[in-house]
């Protein structure tokens, strides 16, 4: 007998930032947004990790998409796992990134709140 155990996928996305919920619905966004341009101003390490995350979707996706390996079903083939790869690294890193913003400014939200 197969037993399969639903489980809910965790995405960190701005919404499921904890204490946004403080502020009316159309108002989060804005908070989300002025909460992270004031940590790009204020904390160098904040920004580094920002700006490691572009720099890093550039090595992972654009550079390699640049590389089309020639022509038959190897080179297909070869195309489409690193097309693959550099899709699922792409993910990982913006889910990373996304979980990281969403604990500093946290942070931020739970400071402002005391």
């Given amino acids: 007998m197969l037993v399969r155990h639903a489980h ?7 919404t ?8 009316p619905e159309r108002e989060r966004f804005a908070v989300y947004r002025a909460t992270h341009k004031r940590w790009m101003g204020d904390d160098a390490a904040y920004r580094r990790r920002c700006n490691s995350y ?16 020639g ?8 195309s489409v796992v690193l097309i693959t ?12 990134q996304q979980r990281y913003m969403n604990e500093r400014i946290v942070d931020a939200l739970q400071r402002q709140a005391v």
């Fill in 85 to 96: 790869a550099d899709v699922a690294g792409v993910m990982f890193l913006a889910f990373r």
């Fill in 54 to 69: 572009v720099a890093a979707i550039v090595c992972v996706a654009v550079i390699p998409a640049g590389g089309f390996i």
């Fill in 71 to 78: 022509g038959g079903a190897l080179g297909t083939l070869l």
């Fill in 8 to 14: 809910a996928m965790k995405v960190p996305i701005y």
């Fill in 16 to 23: 499921s930032t904890p204490g946004l919920n403080r502020y």
